[in-house]
């Protein structure tokens, strides 16, 4: 297909976005409404949206202004004392109220699972009488597709979401209009269907276990049937199936575009049409823009002193429709309106090519808009499709066109969290902050600062704080902030590093870290042995201890995962994992203990397992690295996660889907962390090197080199000043995280590092080894504390948690746990 003239196709884009608006308001408010029809929520929604008022009552406000305005400055460096005073000054009767409030909260979002869980068991129901209905006979009489309805309705795979269902029915346009044509005429139902299919497959793909679409084309009968009574026929039969319709219809010299939309649950269906278009104007305005393109070279010809019939004969259909153009400027100087009269322009494929390729632009957009819609509704999930408009949009010239692309797409998914935030008015911060997830990957980070804002002043709000712009919003949460608040202010944070905003992150960061360490760590300076864990099957190779401190994850020797009971000392698993099926290599923990992810070796691939431990299930299974994953870490967000094998890889852990592959290490990567901030990335690998990636680009910022074997473990101080790196060299190497320059070299070890864990102040560093010590060292003045014998095999795995525990795993098939004096 030739590049696309965009000069031909803004006007007609601009069409198309003026129609969009007042068109998807309609098919929002079906899906919505459907959505959550019948909801017993405690407060119904108005026709006019009235501010959130929540029944959370905290100090007067006069003193909350009082102690904002004289704080200043200076209330950053304070903000954990301040929340550490607040929840002690918390009298009962504030406490009673926020457990109201989480729990209605929880209430509003249990329904909503609920009556989800009920349209899924609804559709299922339908799905399976829908082929006994005595007219079935009659409705295939008017059937549109060539796929019968028994292949549309089989059972659709339990724990995952229903699939949006698109089909396209391809306008029949009548070529003889535009003369003599040839062979060069393109297939506009070929052409669209390839280029929407790959738009699918590569960012809503049937597989993906978060927005699935299954895309049926050519299965429309385009030649016999067009227009509602078809959709009417659909509709009857497969409202079970969530479904999308693109339809473009001839008429006269004009395509009308049209879509028609269904989804769980709705008793209608929408049936729109997005834009009304001369396409005959379209086709011969893009042979105008060839001809005046010639109209150049036509003048430099001349200038050469070439003739003018020489010339016109190069020029082919070009120059014909020059000679038009100009007589058509001649008539018009006359007074004669050339619009009136018949140019038959000539056109030729590059036209036609321009116009399959503005319509299937359209039906991109336009299939991207529902699949966000239908999955946010359905699933909670963050729209895509602000990711994909850049390129989508690439060669758009006109600023003011890309901004109403972007502000079309913003109004459209306003209106459905709108929709939502009326149902369930409790999650309006989380709801505003999934928008903002979405636009802040916009090279115009304006649009994502927006909801943030938004968001934290909903979040005030409910809260009964007063609305505070800036910095001092941030100082205003931490005065009514709670343990509940935690993954909200995860959330926040993310987004805030994702538009740039650097001092609003670390602000968040500072109100994450006052509400998840209210105590000082205790010091590693002197560990003692507390117990024992026994009865493994083979070597430890990984270990992590869960925020509770209660509980204690090890993985090696088979294809399980053991949860201990740090608190009773059982000489025996509580608890197993048994998804994988071949041997687990490694495991990782997230910080707030939400998310564990593993990884084994099958027979042809490595696959990791991404479990939900409080929900107690598995929630993704991860393929595509072909050798083993000795290394996985996840973002402190709980958004991406790294795997390392030759290559590392990075997921999105709300999809399950792979977004970006580091290449640069030429061996094994044996070891993966990620800085405290979530910027940055940190392998070690058997090529003897420690590499710093930027882990929002996968930019490689820095190779640290200096050790003479392979690099066992890597591991980033609390502060994320310095780096600690572990080699089969037997030594262990201090870093500056900034600079790269090696501040130390510890060498008591007499065998391979395999493991490095940092103590919660930061102050110590213990190191495992093939030696079977473990060491405890002072991490800034690079002194021996302690060394710890107690192990008959090398020490493969370390972990320590807020308190100083220190967990340790060998290949004496035991696990050690130590405790600080």
Same mark, same amino acid.
């Given at each position: 297909?030739?590049?696309?003239?965009?000069?031909?196709?803004?006007?007609?884009?601009?069409?198309?976005?003026?129609?969009?608006?007042?068109?998807?308001?309609?098919?929002?408010?079906?899906?919505?409404?459907?959505?959550?029809?019948?909801?017993?929520?405690?407060?119904?929604?108005? #026709?006019?949206?009235?501010?959130?008022?929540?029944?959370?009552?905290?100090?007067?406000?006069?003193?909350?202004?009082?102690?904002?305005?004289?704080?200043?400055?200076?209330?950053?460096?304070?903000?954990?004392?301040?929340?550490?005073?607040?929840?002690?000054?918390?009298?009962?009767?504030?406490?009673?109220?926020?457990?109201?409030?989480?729990?209605?909260?929880?209430?509003?979002?249990?329904?909503?699972?609920?009556?989800?869980?009920?349209?899924?068991?609804?559709?299922?129901?339908?799905?399976?009488?829908?082929?006994?209905?005595?007219?079935?006979?009659?409705?295939?009489?008017?059937?549109?597709?060539?796929?019968?309805?028994?292949?549309?309705?089989?059972?659709?795979?339990?724990?995952?979401?229903?699939?949006?269902?698109?089909?396209?029915?391809?306008?029949?346009?009548?070529?003889?209009?535009?003369?003599?044509?040839?062979?060069?005429?393109?297939?506009?139902?070929?052409?669209?269907?390839?280029?929407?299919?790959?738009?699918?497959?590569?960012?809503?793909?049937?597989?993906?276990?978060?927005?699935?679409?299954?895309?049926?084309?050519?299965?429309?009968?385009?030649?016999?049937?067009?227009?509602?009574?078809?959709?009417?026929?659909?509709?009857?039969?497969?409202?079970?199936?969530?479904?999308?319709?693109?339809?473009?219809?001839?008429?006269?010299?004009?395509?009308?575009?049209?879509?028609?939309?269904?989804?769980?649950?709705?008793?209608?269906?929408?049936?729109?049409?997005?834009?009304?278009?001369?396409?005959?104007?379209?086709?011969?305005?893009?042979?105008?823009?060839?001809?005046?393109?010639?109209?150049?070279?036509?003048?430099?010809?001349?200038?050469?002193?070439?003739?003018?019939?020489?010339?016109?004969?190069?020029?082919?259909?070009?120059?014909?429709?020059?000679?038009?153009?100009?007589?058509?400027?001649?008539?018009?100087?006359?007074?004669?309106?050339?619009?009136?009269?018949?140019?038959?322009?000539?056109?030729?494929?590059?036209?036609?090519?321009?116009?399959?390729?503005?319509?299937?632009?359209?039906?991109?957009?336009?299939?991207?808009?529902?699949?966000?819609?239908?999955?946010?509704?359905?699933?909670?999930?963050?729209?895509?499709?602000?990711?994909?408009?850049?390129?989508?949009?690439?060669?758009?010239?006109?600023?003011?066109?890309?901004?109403?692309?972007?502000?079309?797409?913003?109004?459209?998914?306003?209106?459905?969290?709108?929709?939502?935030?009326?149902?369930?008015?409790?999650?309006?911060?989380?709801?505003?902050?999934?928008?903002?997830?979405?636009?802040?990957?916009?090279?115009?980070?304006?649009?994502?600062?927006?909801?943030?804002?938004?968001?934290?002043?909903?979040?005030?709000?409910?809260?009964?704080?007063?609305?505070?712009?800036?910095?001092?919003?941030?100082?205003?949460?931490?005065?009514?902030?709670?343990?509940?608040?935690?993954?909200?202010?995860?959330?926040?944070?993310?987004?805030?590093?994702?538009?740039?905003?650097?001092?609003?992150?670390?602000?968040?960061?500072?109100?994450?870290?006052?509400?998840?360490?209210?105590?000082?760590?205790?010091?590693?300076?002197?560990?003692?042995?507390?117990?024992?864990?026994?009865?493994?099957?083979?070597?430890?190779?990984?270990?992590?201890?869960?925020?509770?401190?209660?509980?204690?994850?090890?993985?090696?020797?088979?294809?399980?995962?053991?949860?201990?009971?740090?608190?009773?000392?059982?000489?025996?698993?509580?608890?197993?994992?048994?998804?994988?099926?071949?041997?687990?290599?490694?495991?990782?923990?997230?910080?707030?203990?939400?998310?564990?992810?593993?990884?084994?070796?099958?027979?042809?691939?490595?696959?990791?397992?991404?479990?939900?431990?409080?929900?107690?299930?598995?929630?993704?299974?991860?393929?595509?690295?072909?050798?083993?994953?000795?290394?996985?870490?996840?973002?402190?967000?709980?958004?991406?996660?790294?795997?390392?094998?030759?290559?590392?890889?990075?997921?999105?852990?709300?999809?399950?889907?792979?977004?970006?592959?580091?290449?640069?290490?030429?061996?094994?990567?044996?070891?993966?962390?990620?800085?405290?901030?979530?910027?940055?990335?940190? #392998?070690?690998?058997?090529?003897?090197?420690?590499?710093?990636?930027?882990?929002?680009?996968?930019?490689?910022?820095?190779?640290?080199?200096?050790?003479?074997?392979?690099?066992?473990?890597?591991?980033?101080?609390?502060?994320?000043?310095?780096?600690?790196?572990? #080699?089969?060299?037997?030594?262990?190497?201090?870093?500056?995280?900034?600079?790269?320059?090696?501040?130390?070299?510890?060498?008591?070890?007499?065998?391979?590092?395999?493991?490095?864990?940092?103590?919660?102040?930061?102050?110590?560093?213990?190191?495992?080894?093939?030696?079977?010590?473990?060491?405890?060292?002072?991490?800034?003045?690079?002194?021996?504390?302690?060394?710890?014998?107690?192990?008959?095999?090398?020490?493969?795995?370390?972990?320590?948690?807020?308190?100083?525990?220190?967990?340790?795993? #060998?290949?004496?098939?035991?696990?050690?746990?130590?405790?600080?004096?």
């Amino acid at each position: 297909m030739l590049p696309l003239d965009i000069t031909v196709m803004e006007p007609w884009l601009k069409l198309l976005l003026q129609w969009a608006i007042p068109v998807f308001k309609t098919l929002v408010y079906l899906k919505t409404t459907n959505q959550f029809s019948g909801i017993p929520l405690n407060e119904k929604p108005t #026709s006019e949206p009235k501010p959130l008022i929540l029944p959370y009552q905290a100090v007067d406000e006069p003193t909350h202004r009082e102690k904002l305005m004289a704080m200043g400055q200076h209330f950053a460096n304070k903000l954990p004392d301040v929340i550490h005073a607040f929840a002690q000054t918390l009298d009962e009767t504030d406490h009673l109220q926020q457990q109201h409030f989480q729990q209605q909260k929880a209430l509003q979002q249990q329904l909503v699972a609920e009556h989800r869980e009920t349209l899924l068991k609804l559709a299922a129901y339908q799905r399976q009488t829908t082929l006994e209905l005595p007219e079935v006979h009659k409705i295939l009489d008017h059937w549109p597709l060539r796929l019968f309805p028994s292949q549309l309705l089989e059972p659709h795979r339990p724990n995952r979401p229903i699939p949006l269902r698109i089909f396209i029915a391809p306008p029949q346009v009548q070529f003889e209009r535009f003369g003599e044509m040839n062979s060069q005429v393109p297939d506009i139902e070929l052409g669209l269907a390839q280029r929407l299919r790959e738009f699918l497959s590569q960012h809503y793909p049937l597989h993906s276990q978060v927005r699935p679409t299954e895309f049926l084309g050519g299965a429309w009968e385009s030649k016999r049937f067009h227009s509602e009574s078809s959709i009417k026929a659909l509709f009857s039969l497969l409202k079970s199936e969530p479904t999308l319709i693109l339809e473009s219809e001839i008429d006269g010299d004009f395509m009308i575009f049209r879509l028609a939309y269904w989804g769980l649950g709705q008793d209608s269906y929408c049936y729109s049409t997005l834009c009304k278009l001369s396409y005959r104007d379209f086709i011969y305005e893009s042979a105008k823009v060839r001809a005046l393109k010639w109209k150049t070279t036509r003048d430099k010809l001349l200038a050469l002193g070439k003739s003018i019939e020489d010339i016109n004969a190069k020029g082919g259909d070009n120059a014909i429709n020059l000679a038009y153009l100009e007589e058509a400027e001649e008539l018009q100087q006359a007074g004669i309106d050339p619009r009136e009269l018949i140019f038959p322009y000539k056109v030729n494929r590059g036209d036609w090519d321009n116009f399959c390729q503005f319509l299937s632009t359209c039906h991109c957009l336009v299939a991207g808009w529902v699949s966000d819609i239908h999955h946010l509704v359905h699933s909670d999930v963050s729209p895509l499709l602000p990711e994909l408009l850049p390129p989508l949009i690439a060669e758009v010239s006109d600023p003011d066109l890309v901004q109403v692309v972007m502000q079309t797409t913003l109004s459209i998914y306003q209106e459905v969290l709108e929709s939502l935030v009326r149902e369930r008015p409790y999650w309006e911060p989380e709801l505003s902050l999934k928008l903002a997830q979405s636009l802040s990957c916009l090279p115009d980070k304006s649009w994502a600062t927006i909801q943030i804002k938004s968001s934290v002043k909903a979040w005030l709000q409910q809260r009964k704080q007063p609305h505070i712009e800036g910095l001092q919003a941030f100082e205003a949460m931490g005065l009514v902030l709670t343990q509940q608040d935690q993954n909200y202010c995860q959330m926040l944070q993310s987004c805030l590093a994702a538009v740039g905003d650097e001092q609003g992150a670390n602000q968040v960061q500072e109100l994450l870290e006052a509400i998840a360490s209210p105590q000082q760590p205790q010091t590693c300076a002197n560990l003692i042995l507390a117990s024992t864990f026994t009865g493994l099957s083979g070597k430890v190779s990984a270990i992590a201890i869960h925020p509770n401190g209660r509980t204690l994850l090890s993985c090696g020797g088979d294809s399980t995962i053991k949860i201990w009971d740090i608190i009773s000392l059982n000489s025996t698993p509580i608890q197993q994992l048994n998804g994988h099926s071949g041997g687990v290599l490694t495991l990782t923990l997230s910080r707030d203990g939400q998310i564990l992810a593993s990884s084994d070796q099958s027979k042809n691939r490595s696959y990791i397992k991404v479990w939900n431990l409080h929900q107690g299930k598995l929630l993704w299974t991860l393929s595509g690295h072909r050798k083993q994953i000795h290394s996985l870490a996840i973002s402190p967000d709980n958004q991406t996660i790294a795997s390392g094998s030759h290559k590392i890889k990075l997921w999105n852990l709300n999809t399950g889907e792979p977004f970006r592959t580091l290449f640069g290490h030429k061996e094994w990567v044996y070891s993966l962390v990620i800085s405290p901030d979530g910027q940055t990335l940190v #392998s070690g690998s058997g090529d003897k090197t420690v590499k710093i990636w930027k882990l929002a680009t996968g930019e490689l910022l820095r190779t640290l080199s200096g050790h003479k074997a392979s690099v066992r473990a890597v591991a980033i101080s609390p502060d994320g000043q310095t780096i600690v790196s572990g #080699s089969e060299d037997k030594t262990i190497k201090v870093w500056d995280f900034e600079t790269g320059k090696l501040l130390a070299t510890l060498t008591d070890h007499t065998g391979a590092v395999y493991a490095i864990a940092l103590s919660p102040d930061g102050e110590y560093l213990i190191s495992g080894s093939e030696d079977k010590t473990i060491k405890v060292w002072h991490l800034h003045r690079g002194e021996l504390i302690q060394t710890l014998d107690e192990h008959t095999a090398p020490v493969y795995a370390l972990a320590i948690d807020s308190n100083g525990l220190l967990a340790s795993g #060998s290949e004496d098939q035991t696990i050690k746990l130590w405790r600080p004096l």
